[in-house]
C-alpha cells in the first residue's frame, strides 16, 4: 500500500453539449429497413441525450457502449430488448437507455412478421478525458472471497449465471459506479442486487479513478 492518500482525477471542465452517441445496427433480420430504424432511433435521441446528461451529474467520465438485441412486434412496438454487452459501468445510465428503447415504437415491420435485430450507441467521454485503466487481476483477491456470499444473498445460479461487470474505481478502492450484463435473461432482475453488493466491497486503490472490466462467476 502506498505511503500517502494518491490525489483524486480531476474533474474535466463541463462540456457545453453532451456528445451525442454514435450509432451502428448488425444483424437486420429484412423486416424493418436501416434507414427506418435509424430514423426512429434519431428522434428519440433527446431522451438519450437526457439519459448521458443526468449520469454525468455524479460521474463526469462515464463513457462506453451497449447493443441491445431487439425484438419488434408486427405493430410495430417492443416486444423484447435486452442488452447484449455493455462496458458503460454506470446502472443509472444503462437502465435510462434501456427504459428509452424499450417504449420506442418503430414502424410496422414488413410482412406483418416480427422483425429481430440488434442496435447499440457509443457515448463518448467529456473533453476526451477517460480514467485510467485498472488490471482486473488486481481484483481477484477481493472478489474470490466474496463472490459466493453475494451470489447467495442474490440468488444467483452458479453456473449458469454470471455477470460481466464494469466499474469505476476510486482513489480510495471505493467502488464510485458499475454496470453488468448476465449471461442469461432470465438473471436480469438480480443485476441490480449483484451491483449492490459490489459497490460494497472496497477494492485495491489505482492512484487515480480507474474503469475496469471483469467477469463476476
Not at 77 to 97: D, F, M, T, Y
Not at 109 to 115: I, L, M, S
Request: proline share 10%.
Amino acid at each position: 500500500m502506498a505511503p500517502a492518500e494518491p490525489s483524486p482525477l480531476p474533474e474535466p471542465a463541463p462540456a457545453p453539449v453532451v456528445a451525442k452517441p454514435t450509432v451502428k445496427i448488425k444483424g437486420l433480420s429484412g423486416t424493418l429497413n436501416k434507414d427506418d430504424i435509424h430514423q426512429t432511433m434519431d428522434e428519440r435521441q433527446p431522451a438519450l441525450d437526457g439519459c448521458i446528461g443526468e449520469s454525468r451529474k455524479r460521474l463526469r467520465w462515464v463513457s462506453g457502449a451497449i447493443r441491445f438485441a431487439f425484438k419488434v412486434a408486427p405493430d410495430g412496438r417492443v416486444e423484447e430488448v435486452h442488452p447484449l454487452e455493455s462496458n458503460i459501468g454506470h446502472r443509472a445510465l444503462e437502465q435510462c437507455i434501456t427504459d428509452v428503447v424499450a417504449t420506442t415504437v418503430f414502424p410496422k415491420p414488413a410482412g406483418q412478421a416480427t422483425a429481430k435485430f440488434e442496435w447499440g450507441l457509443t457515448v463518448d467521454p467529456v473533453n476526451g478525458r477517460t480514467p485510467d485503466d485498472f488490471d482486473a487481476d488486481r481484483l481477484e483477491p477481493v472478489l474470490r472471497k466474496r463472490t459466493s456470499k453475494i451470489f447467495r444473498t442474490c440468488e444467483v445460479k452458479r453456473p449458469r449465471e454470471w455477470f460481466h461487470v464494469t466499474a469505476y474505481i476510486g482513489p480510495n478502492g471505493r467502488v464510485l459506479s458499475a454496470g453488468a450484463v448476465p449471461s442469461q435473461v432470465r438473471a436480469a432482475d438480480k443485476v441490480g442486487c449483484v451491483l449492490d453488493e459490489l459497490t460494497n466491497l472496497r477494492m485495491p486503490r489505482p492512484k487515480r479513478c480507474s474503469k475496469v472490466a471483469f467477469e463476476l462467476r
